[in-house]
């Protein structure tokens, strides 16, 4: 698509290279992060208390290659399911990896069909300042299409 920047991994390299991956057979495409770029590539500086970060490198895992050429068009995409499933298309609002250097998804074409732009977040929404609110509209959401949440009891 004309314009529009296909998403990357910042500092990310084949996982077979990786000390973490490197005695697991790995097919052609699969990457990892180099070693202390996590926060670069997922989190957003001021969204995040800064002890996650020992935790994500420790964590890290695998990312398949296909993963981003399926949000190279942000939310126009031929991933996103047919209109009579119900899916929340949200971002992270400085989600690097899908918004590029904007750094604002708000205004980034790559999010033009985005329903919920997590503000206090980067690509991590689940470690981020914001994650608290995209739990909240996340449950509304659910609640709006019907789909209930029991709590527990």
């Not at 957003?44 to 068009?73: C, F, M, N, W």
């Not at 503000?119 to 996340?138: C, M, Q, W």
Request: glycine letters at 10%.
């Amino acid at each position: 698509m004309p314009g529009v920047r296909s998403p990357q991994v910042p500092r990310s390299y084949p996982a077979e290279q990786d000390r973490k991956f490197a005695k697991k057979s790995w097919a052609p495409g699969y990457l990892t992060t180099r070693p202390g770029a996590r926060a670069k590539a997922f989190l957003y500086p001021g969204t995040y208390d800064p002890a996650v970060l020992t935790h994500e490198e420790r964590l890290k895992d695998t990312l398949a290659s296909a993963e981003l050429r399926q949000i190279s068009g942000g939310g126009k995409t031929t991933s996103r399911p047919p209109a009579s499933l119900p899916a929340l298309y949200a971002l992270g609002r400085h989600d690097t990896i899908v918004c590029g250097r904007t750094s604002d998804c708000g205004k980034d074409p790559n999010a033009r069909s985005t329903e919920f732009i997590v503000p206090d977040s980067g690509h991590s929404i689940n470690v981020s300042k914001g994650a608290r609110l995209f739990y909240e509209h996340t449950f509304t959401w659910l609640e709006s299409k019907g789909i209930g949440v029991s709590q527990p009891g």
